[in-house]
């Protein structure tokens, strides 16, 4: 049975810093690509970040420059750095992982395994 477990979120002030972790079992993550989303209360999910098992990486515009993606193999388990936190970040954060068929980093579609999310939320 395939399991993403999201832990670290939490309640942050502004400008300070969480890092969440997906930790996977069942599956070897270096497989595959880990995506991360978030969904904000009333708002669609919005993708955050892809980091792909050769190292290509995507970072949405909204999130550049203050997160991070990296993982670690031997612990199967991927990670999402926030840095600069902004009330606007306030979410239910989700990782990913999925397997790309024609393009450098997945579809929606193509994300096979879902964790259960964690909440953050920034204070101003």
């Known amino acids: 049975q395939v399991q993403l477990v999201e832990s670290g979120g939490g309640l942050v002030q502004a400008g300070g810093s969480l890092r969440l972790s997906c930790a996977a079992s069942?599956?070897?993550?270096?497989?595959?690509?880990i995506g991360w989303f978030r969904q904000a209360p009333g708002k669609a999910r919005e993708d955050v970040s892809c980091l792909t098992s050769d190292g290509s990486t995507y970072i949405a515009d909204s999130v550049k420059g203050r997160f991070a993606v990296s993982r670690d193999n031997s612990k199967n388990t991927a990670y999402l750095h926030l840095n600069s936190l902004k009330p606007e970040d306030i979410a239910v954060y989700y990782c990913?992982?999925?397997?790309?068929?024609?393009?450098?980093?997945?579809?929606?579609?193509?994300?096979?395994?879902w964790g259960q999310g964690t909440q953050v939320t920034v204070s101003s």
């Open positions: 069942g599956v070897t993550l270096d497989d595959y690509a």
């Open positions: 990913a992982a999925g397997q790309s068929v024609h393009a450098i980093f997945p579809l929606r579609e193509e994300y096979h395994y």
